[in-house]
């Protein structure tokens, strides 16, 4: 079989990782946690695990599920994987996140939280990598985009057992020095191997393939992509065994952290360089919104990454991390996601619908299925607000930046709506909405075909 | 090929136009996704096909809606389609219409 599967499941995933978004989107505007709260508060990570866990990492394995096979041309491993998958990670996210209500004294103690969060979401990451792994193993050698998926599993599996020592650590049950060193010193890798190496080379590797498939652009595999890899691998390389290594042995762990920051700068200095090569040798010259907001995300990073340069200079990193973190992981992450989700869903939908009567009925266009001048607005907000709030971040102005997420979340829930009415078809015309032999998608779970 | 079977050919690659690429919403004859359409004695229709990417999620769906239109054809009693990436697709195997439809420049390379 040359082509890919239809993931069963990816829908739940969205569903679970929109849901977790307008709630830490909520929670700040509300004003739970950072800013409101110090930033090392368990409110702070009450939120930031939400978005970290519940919102990007469910999005990113529920894209995965529909895209590695795509990536290397074969089915999925296990197509019925992914619930139980879901289930532990929702299940592990919310044990952690009562786990961080005890620390902060709002949930009675007693209840072992950490240790059944820690369970629950290795086994999560077990069966992600597994399935995903054996899906990538038997379609050796593999394309350059399967590698950056490779490499961010690596660092997805080492940012799970970081936090699983940090959780162990605050239950009281991992007590060697060591570990206590590393839940006290450790935390800069932990989240530096999430979003940067989990989630932000993984989006990477899928991007180079997504944005060329999109815009019908040369799909990359040249000496500067090839680069990209290998310094981002070598960046997390050093975060991890460097960070480790001088935590537990008295090395210097901003040595560490810096030279992992110098690496990561060149490749995604690589990076920004191809993306520019891809936008400008594509065929299609008029985009798509998908492509225009991942455009839109990739400035964020390349303003995040100025970001970071000058707060160095200034010698105030330290003082504005939450505001370079949350344009990273709302500007880059988030708004990447957003754009590329409003295209996933058309695209899965059409192909669970109108796939199978491919042949015997004029069939609409995914693009039919979505009505992009009344989504862009929403997108808009969206990236408005996030800048706003970065900027009354770096301002200390909290009330400015819980106005902001409210924006946010408002202007999330109006890309939920469209991502819902492309779901039900809403938008598809009456003459080619449901032709003989088509049935209405379910909004939260696909029905692949019977072969 | 005898020439009522290019005719019969002629009507299968003209069946094919209802099949559209989901992606760019166009019909795979024009877009030059359809590489060869022969047709034997007896109807025995061979159809060499490819996709606009290796892995494409929609290409079950494309080579079965591609199978269905061509069996439309009277005269068609047997249809093989035959999945290729030699040679690679790339958009300069579009027609005019294709490319006008898309809005697609012409240039060099890819």
Request: aromatic share 8%.
């Amino acid at each position: 079989m040359i082509g890919a599967t239809l993931s069963r499941w990816t829908m739940s995933y969205f569903a679970a990782a929109l849901i977790a978004l307008i709630a830490a989107e909520g929670l700040i505007a509300a004003g739970f946690g950072f800013p409101s709260a110090p930033i090392e508060a368990p409110d702070t990570l009450v939120v930031v695990h939400i978005v970290a866990i519940g919102w990007l990492s469910l999005l990113m394995c529920g894209a995965l599920f529909q895209f590695v096979p795509v990536l290397v041309a074969r089915p999925i491993h296990d197509n019925a994987l992914p619930l139980p998958t879901l289930v532990c990670l929702v299940g592990g996210l919310a044990m952690l996140l009562l786990g961080f209500l005890q620390l902060a004294g709002r949930v009675a103690h007693g209840l072992p939280f950490f240790p059944a969060a820690v369970a629950l979401l290795v086994l999560g990451f077990i069966l992600v990598a597994w399935n995903l792994g054996r899906t990538m193993w038997a379609a050796r050698p593999l394309t350059l985009a399967a590698r950056f998926v490779t490499v961010g599993l690596v660092a997805f599996g080492a940012t799970v057992a970081l936090g699983s020592v940090f959780a162990l650590a605050l239950d009281g049950i991992a007590t060697a020095g060591p570990l206590v060193d590393l839940t006290t010193f450790g935390i800069p890798i932990h989240a530096a191997a999430g979003l940067g190496g989990w989630l932000t080379l993984t989006a990477i590797g899928v991007s180079y393939r997504l944005l060329a498939m999109f815009m019908l652009a040369p799909e990359l595999d040249r000496a500067s992509s090839r680069g990209v890899l290998w310094l981002g691998t070598a960046a997390l390389a050093v975060l991890i065994v460097g960070g480790i290594v001088a935590i537990c042995h008295g090395g210097s762990l901003p040595l560490a952290l810096s030279a992992a920051g110098l690496l990561a700068a060149a490749s995604l200095g690589l990076y920004g360089n191809d993306i520019l090569y891809l936008y400008r040798a594509r065929k299609r010259r008029k985009i798509e919104l998908n492509s225009r907001m991942a455009g839109a995300a990739l400035i964020s990073l390349a303003v995040c990454i100025a970001l970071t340069v000058m707060l160095i200079a200034l010698g105030r990193l330290g003082e504005h991390i939450g505001a370079v973190v949350f344009l990273f992981s709302f500007g880059w992450l988030t708004g990447l996601g957003l754009g590329k989700l409003y295209k996933i869903v058309a695209f899965v939908t059409w192909l669970e619908t109108y796939g199978p009567v491919l042949g015997k009925t004029p069939t609409p266009r995914v693009q039919d299925l979505v009505v992009e001048p009344r989504a862009i607005k929403w997108f808009w907000l969206y990236f408005a607000a996030v800048y706003v709030a970065t900027a009354a971040l770096l301002a200390g102005a909290p009330l400015v930046v819980r106005l902001a997420a409210a924006a946010m979340l408002i202007a999330t829930c109006g890309i939920v709506a469209q991502l819902v009415r492309t779901r039900c078809l809403l938008d598809v015309t009456d003459k080619l909405r449901l032709p003989a032999g088509v049935r209405q998608p379910q909004l939260l779970y696909a029905t692949p075909r019977q072969t | 090929m005898s020439v009522p079977n290019e005719a019969l050919a002629e009507e299968v690659r003209e069946a094919l136009r209802v099949v559209i690429d989901p992606e760019l919403g166009y019909n795979i004859v024009d877009l030059g996704l359809i590489y060869g359409v022969a047709v034997e004695d007896g109807g025995v229709t061979h159809v060499l096909m490819t996709t606009t990417t290796k892995g494409c999620p929609a290409t079950d769906y494309l080579r079965d809606g591609a199978r269905d239109s061509a069996w439309s054809v009277p005269g068609v009693e047997f249809v093989d389609v035959t999945l290729t990436y030699e040679p690679p697709w790339t958009p300069k195997m579009m027609s005019p219409a294709a490319k006008e439809h898309l809005g697609i420049t012409d240039g060099d390379g890819w």
